[in-house]
């Protein structure tokens, strides 16, 4: 059953919405910047009614090792410190570009190549974009 009422608050946005100080926002960022993730952003969806989440978190890594070390990091940790685990995950196994679902932040941790191919900040432009440290 907790998996329909997930399914129910994502439809309706009647979760809560976060920022970029809430914890979950905050370890996810550490996460991937204790694994040495590179070219660190986060897109502002939260005006875009047509976004499917309040933040993308996007980093780039340069191999399959470190896409599969971020995303396990970030898992782990999320786990960890929020007691959260991902609504849903993909790419693990080509490790190219492993999509991190949490409802209200989804994390793109990208190898370089696949990042510019699929220009995720280009495609929601509207968003506002903040840099963070690696």
Known sequence: MEQLSILSTRDNKSVARITRNSKIFKT??????????ENIVSLDL????????????????????????????VEEQM????????YKHEGHQAAQWVL????NVVVHV???????????????SDAPL???KG
Not at 50 to 67: C, K
Not at 112 to 119: L, N
């Open 100 to 103: 991190i679902d949490y409802v």
């Open 28 to 37: 996810i960022l550490q996460a991937i910047q204790e694994k040495k993730g």
């Open 46 to 73: 939260r005006k875009i009614h047509e976004a499917v989440s309040d933040f993308f978190i996007i980093v780039s890594v340069s191999s399959t090792t470190q896409v599969k070390a971020i995303s396990d990091n």
């Open 110 to 124: 990208m190898q370089e190549e696949t990042r510019k191919f699929y220009r995720l900040e280009e495609l929601w």
């Open 79 to 86: 786990r960890k410190i929020c007691g959260e685990s991902p």
């Open 130 to 132: 903040m840099e963070h």
